[in-house]
């Protein structure tokens, strides 16, 4: 709330183990004046939780109320005119303002620590929590810390903070212990020390928080990554939030078993109103805000501009940093989603060493490339609330009827605005995968078996929007998904989503598997059809092929009410509607090649000498040229052409030569993948002096 930061110069964001001891000084000191009352000069902060605003008069507390409370921020599903009721956390999750919004925060807090003029060349370093470790970093690990610099022994600002406002003398809380053996892959309730980082059942001994990472970083378009990179951000929120109202083993074992007010301390990483308030927030965050940094040195790396990729509702304000709360001259003119994607430009910073677990961006991109094709994979495909969740934990089912498999990495976790399952809470249906190949061998299973996945326990009040994930096998080198639903004779406890979202930058197919491991679907032609249970439909026996053009709708062959739990409607996710054509001022231009192209039915336009690149993750698609309208239209694809598998992307077409040619006229583009093209993966370019209008071939 404090600071202008916009004629800052370019700061170096740095990994914690490696501060210098005068940044380790400069911080701890920063911090404490930050923490002051009366540090904050900007407007009155009050909110419907503490009306109070003498409560938020450190810059500190200031920056920490604009994550959750005081309550700054409308709730999305409650009427205004409920009271109390009507405050929500004005942090995003669950969405894919995720991301830019804390990077703002993030910025906030940087600000806030340099708003004393004795500390303005502070910057707050990021915690590396991918990796293995045995305890939290020391900046915040100890109630009390030796500056390096003077060798004094001081009360330490990042162990914890007073809460303010709250009745007694509240701090925050964590519970450390937890989220190491979560991260080291424990599988029971051993001490951490007694357990073995050779029994992990995880990837080449990483951790599980690498492990989830890397698995956002495998993709390759804004909307998948962000699903995914939630996921390990979450598991260190509600983690480190396992603190017992009081220390004894029963009062642990029920807060850890999804226990409520009565049984854990709420001023922890794991209640999103208070989160921001613990120090470690800062030094956790800066982590997550480094790792979209990767994604888009990757993206970069790869040929993906940002401009050919989906980035839903980043042209919307980001409150409360647009809002007459915030003074800060830079977040406040930054606070568009589209106006963080810049860093360093937009708020002068960046990372030591854009590396990680010592690999270089070329590096890192070929481990992932070789790690998403080495072998068989099983996913849990989890269609997850728009509420927050703390705990939800499934287990392995083969066969179907036999779900005794379980693991300690078992578990989801939800951050997200809302606290109760209101009216339109589930809405984000675009699947979120979380690997279980690499347990799967304590269980003597393999990803290619007809393996499910039951629900074992979630939060309270989320019974009801706590769905069954669907299996997702992807055979080696394929990148395509196979999603399995398993239908069950009778009732279930937890039944499957009403409806989800396939991945749009993959293959996908699906199929409903019985008890007795035959497949088995009503398919239906049409919604009208489908609501009204009509006898109009068809019954289907094999695996069916998922288009980017079409919605499916299915039905339980053995529970033929119309209830909801018994049927199923499932798309492709295309939340920005356009296949990305991007256009350079030099003539040239890429496109985001994928299975649905039919905005461009009526073609594009180039000029001679340009060049058009097709943007496609690697191995999945490839580019050919036929050579007639007909072939073009029938999908006609020579046999000496026609693959299975896909070739290394970006493809800069044409591949030889001085670009498109006029003497052409129309070059016919398909995909000779499979049955690509005849899904829709087609399309022509006209050759012309000057392309105008909306540049189609019309």
């Given at each position: 709330c404090d600071g202008d930061g916009a004629s800052d110069s370019l700061r170096v964001r740095r990994n914690v183990n490696n501060l210098t001891n005068m940044e380790i000084h400069e911080l701890l000191h920063a911090l404490i004046a930050a923490k002051k009352s009366g540090s904050y000069k900007g407007p009155r902060i009050n909110g419907t939780l503490n009306e109070n605003s003498s409560d938020f008069n450190s810059s500190f507390n200031a920056v920490a109320s604009f994550?959750?409370?005081?309550?700054?921020?409308?709730?999305?599903?409650?009427?205004?005119?409920?009271?109390?009721?009507?405050?929500?956390?004005?942090?995003?999750?669950?969405?894919?303002?995720?991301?830019?919004?804390?990077?703002?925060?993030?910025?906030?807090?940087?600000?806030?620590?340099?708003?004393?003029?004795?500390?303005?060349?502070?910057v707050l370093p990021y915690w590396d929590w991918t990796q293995n470790f045995e305890e939290l970093p020391f900046l915040v690990r100890n109630p009390h810390i030796t500056d390096p610099l003077t060798n004094e022994t001081i009360e330490n600002p990042f162990y914890h903070s007073q809460m303010p406002g709250i009745p007694g003398e509240e701090y925050t809380k964590r519970s450390p212990d937890v989220l190491i053996k979560y991260n080291k892959g424990c599988t029971d309730d051993s001490t951490i020390n007694s357990c073995i980082k050779g029994e992990q059942h995880n990837f080449t001994g990483?951790?599980?928080?690498?492990?989830?990472?890397?698995?956002?970083?495998?993709?390759?378009?804004?909307?998948?990554?962000?699903?995914?990179?939630?996921?390990?951000?979450?598991?260190?929120?509600?983690?480190?939030?396992?603190?017992?109202?009081?220390?004894?083993?029963?009062?642990?074992?029920?807060?850890l078993n999804n226990g409520g007010p009565k049984d854990c301390y709420p001023y922890t990483?794991?209640?999103?109103?208070?989160?921001?308030?613990?120090?470690?927030?800062?030094?956790?965050?800066?982590?997550?805000?480094?790792?979209?940094?990767?994604?888009?040195?990757?993206?970069?790396?790869?040929?993906?501009?940002?401009?050919?990729?989906?980035?839903?509702?980043?042209?919307?304000?980001?409150?409360?940093?647009?809002?007459?709360?915030?003074?800060?001259?830079?977040?406040?003119?930054?606070?568009?989603?589209?106006?963080?994607v810049n860093y360093t430009e937009a708020f002068g910073y960046k990372y030591d060493n854009l590396t990680l677990n010592g690999m270089s961006i070329p590096e890192l991109d070929a481990y992932l490339d070789a790690r998403s094709n080495i072998s068989d994979r099983l996913f849990a495909g989890f269609s997850l609330p728009d509420m927050n969740i703390n705990l939800i934990r499934f287990n392995v089912c083969y066969p179907i009827t036999d779900c005794r498999f379980s693991d300690e990495s078992f578990k989801v976790s939800v951050k997200a605005r809302n606290k109760s399952p209101e009216p339109g809470v589930y809405n984000n249906s675009v699947l979120m995968y979380l690997e279980v190949t690499h347990q799967l061998a304590q269980f003597g299973l393999t990803a290619n078996q007809n393996i499910g996945f039951k629900i074992v326990s979630t939060g309270s009040e989320a019974k009801n929007v706590t769905f069954t994930p669907v299996s997702i096998f992807r055979k080696a080198g394929t990148g395509k998904d196979r999603i399995t639903v398993h239908w069950f004779d009778g009732k279930t406890?937890?039944?499957?989503?009403?409806?989800?979202?396939?991945?749009?930058?993959?293959?996908?197919?699906?199929?409903?598997?019985?008890?007795?491991?035959?497949?088995?679907?009503?398919?239906?032609?049409?919604?009208?059809?489908?609501?009204?249970?009509?006898?109009?439909?068809?019954?289907?026996?094999?695996?069916i092929e998922i288009s980017g053009n079409q919605?499916?709708?299915?039905?339980?062959?053995?529970?033929?009410?119309?209830?909801?739990?018994?049927?199923?409607?499932?798309?492709?996710?295309?939340?920005?509607?356009?296949?990305?054509?991007?256009?350079?001022?030099?003539?040239?231009?890429?496109?985001?090649?994928?299975?649905d192209m039919k905005e461009f039915s009526n073609g594009i336009c180039m000029t001679p000498g340009s060049f058009l690149t097709f943007k496609y993750t690697k191995n999945y698609h490839n580019v050919t040229q036929l050579q007639t309208g007909t072939e073009f239209i029938d999908c006609t694809i020579p046999r000496a052409v026609s693959q299975s598998e896909g070739d290394q992307a970006p493809v800069k077409f044409p591949r030889s030569g001085n670009g498109f040619q006029e003497d052409e006229n129309i070059y016919y583009i398909v995909c000779p993948i499979g049955n690509h093209c005849a899904q829709g993966m087609k399309i022509k370019i006209c050759v012309k002096k000057k392309c105008s209008g909306l540049k189609t071939c019309n």
């Open positions: 994550h959750g409370y005081p309550g700054l921020c409308p709730a999305t599903n409650i009427p205004a005119n409920e009271g109390n009721l009507a405050a929500a956390d004005c942090c995003w999750h669950s969405d894919p303002r995720f991301l830019p919004w804390h990077r703002l925060l993030i910025k906030q807090f940087d600000d806030a620590l340099r708003s004393n003029d004795a500390y303005k060349n502070v990483l951790s599980w928080l690498m492990n989830q990472t890397l698995q956002a970083l495998e993709e390759t378009t804004y909307i998948a990554f962000e699903k995914q990179i939630e996921t390990p951000h979450n598991q260190v929120h509600n983690q480190l939030g396992f603190v017992p109202n009081k220390d004894t083993p029963t009062y642990m074992a029920k807060c990483m794991q209640q999103n109103t208070y989160a921001s308030f613990d120090p470690i927030f800062m030094i956790f965050h800066t982590m997550v805000d480094f790792q979209w940094a990767l994604f888009q040195a990757l993206q970069e790396h790869r040929g993906i501009p940002f401009e050919s990729d989906c980035h839903p509702d980043f042209d919307k304000d980001l409150p409360p940093f647009s809002t007459n709360f915030n003074e800060n001259i830079n977040t406040k003119s930054h606070s568009r989603g589209i106006e963080t406890e937890f039944n499957y989503a009403p409806f989800f979202e396939a991945r749009s930058s993959r293959q996908n197919s699906i199929r409903f598997l019985l008890e007795n491991g035959s497949m088995s679907v009503y398919q239906y032609r049409d919604k009208e059809d489908f609501e009204a249970c009509s006898s109009n439909r068809t019954l289907v026996h094999q695996e919605t499916y709708y299915f039905q339980n062959p053995l529970q033929m009410g119309c209830e909801r739990e018994q049927q199923l409607v499932i798309n492709m996710s295309k939340p920005c509607n356009s296949s990305g054509l991007f256009r350079e001022k030099d003539g040239n231009a890429s496109i985001t090649w994928q299975i």
